[in-house]
């Protein structure tokens, strides 16, 4: 062999050293070798293409998921991750992640587990070994739902037994909580009936109700159902009077009786009970009850009342 020379794209013969093609497209490589007495090899020719780009990875982000205004991305444990990673000349070899720094992983859809702050880096390299630099994406795992509470406004008592008593006219109040994604909405219903979209509610209906409630948050984690029974209590007491000896009703129902005649309230109330029962004379101060006398003399006005 005198020599050997190759040429790129039809360009000038070179004297053959090994080389490179630097420009990535589709190239022919022809090269041929020549003797000491002048026979010339028939061209051979190489149709190769460069290859200088790695591929392209992009994430997708499965249900149930949630950006927040400031553009934080929330999942639950159950959202699934998909990477696809495109090519153009030689194909994707391999895609691989790897979560919070761990060691890389070949990709294949995948969930995180565990609540908290992520990170999640991922990459792709060619059949030619052109490495996609690493991309990373950050995400909270939220696995647990919402806690909702409720307040019950005035009127209001509760027995010594634990029972609550209302009137048609208390509010309920109901409050959540979410320390990741955000509360999304809070419901309520009355007696097993529809559930409704809260807000502040009385019950009117006199008698015993039972309110559920719950709320759920931006990735659909749903708080389970909590309950509160109530009765409710829109009719007060009945008070009866009952005059002592001695007393004297004359023909036209005059009532008479004398300083020392003793006067008794009894109030009776079905529902949350009698809280206080209370008596005025003559349009004068409600005193709370005790049995009591009337000594002044003359015509007079009992005023008589419980709560």
Request: hydrophobic share 35%; charged share 15%; glycine share 8%.
């Amino acid at each position: 062999v005198s020599k050997t020379e190759y040429r790129v794209d039809g360009g000038a013969w070179t004297l053959y050293a090994p080389f490179t093609i630097a420009a990535e497209e589709s190239h022919t490589i022809t090269y041929r070798s020549i003797d000491n007495v002048g026979n010339i090899e028939t061209e051979k020719i190489a149709t190769v293409i460069v290859d200088n780009t790695p591929p392209v990875t992009t994430v997708a982000t499965g249900e149930p998921k949630f950006i927040s205004a400031e553009g934080t991305l929330y999942v639950t444990g159950n959202t699934v991750f998909t990477l696809s990673s495109s090519d153009n000349l030689s194909g994707v070899s391999k895609t691989e992640y790897r979560v919070d720094g761990g060691a890389w992983t070949l990709y294949a859809p995948f969930t995180i587990t565990s609540e908290g702050t992520h990170a999640i880096d991922y990459r792709s390299a060619d059949n030619v070994g052109n490495i996609e630099t690493t991309k990373s994406i950050t995400v909270i795992i939220d696995n647990t739902p919402p806690v909702t509470a409720i307040s019950v406004g005035d009127p209001k008592h509760t027995s010594s037994d634990g029972t609550l008593y209302v009137t048609g006219s208390t509010a309920f109040t109901l409050s959540a909580t979410d320390n990741l994604s955000g509360v999304a909405r809070t419901e309520y219903r009355l007696d097993s009936g529809a559930w409704m979209t809260y807000a502040p509610f009385s019950i009117p209906s006199e008698g015993a109700h039972s309110i559920e409630y719950r709320s759920a948050d931006n990735v659909g984690n749903i708080e389970g159902v909590k309950t509160r029974s109530v009765i409710v209590d829109n009719t007060p007491p009945v008070t009866t009077i009952a005059v002592g000896d001695p007393k004297f009703t004359s023909t036209n129902s005059i009532l008479y009786i004398t300083g020392s005649t003793a006067f008794t309230l009894s109030a009776i109330d079905n529902l949350s009970g009698v809280a206080s029962t209370e008596y005025r004379i003559d349009g004068g101060t409600w005193k709370a009850y005790a049995p009591f006398t009337v000594p002044s003399e003359g015509t007079h006005t009992i005023d008589y009342r419980s709560a």
